[in-house]
């Protein structure tokens, strides 16, 4: 599943796929390179296959734990932890801050 994140303390905004997701951490593919120890902040939509609902997205603060270069199609794969998360519905928008 596609997947948008940032790089905490940059302004970068990076766009990934998916290939594993777990309650502790995701592997995903991109074409940016990061750093292994960054923070970062995404967020995932979840199939409806897995919540039996639509629109469940989650919000998530991880770290990347490994970069592996050599992948696919000349992309990078990235393992990175989830520290934490937090579920909402698809459409809260993405500039609401809850306050």
Do not use: D, P, W, Y
């Given at each position: 599943m596609p997947?948008?994140?940032q790089v905490l303390g940059?302004?970068?905004?990076?766009q990934a796929t998916t290939k594993d997701v777990s309650a502790s951490g995701v592997f995903f593919y991109t074409s940016f390179e990061l750093l292994q120890g960054a923070h970062i902040d995404f967020v995932m939509t979840l199939p409806p296959e897995l919540t039996h609902a639509d629109g469940i997205q989650v919000?998530?603060?991880?770290?990347?734990?490994?970069v592996q270069h050599g992948q696919a199609h000349g992309h990078i794969?990235?393992?990175?932890?989830i520290h934490a998360f937090d579920f909402f519905a698809a459409s809260v928008?993405?500039?609401s801050n809850g306050s």
């Open positions: 997947i948008s994140l940059t302004e970068t905004l990076v919000a998530c603060k991880g770290e990347i734990l490994r794969g990235v393992a990175a932890a928008s993405a500039g």
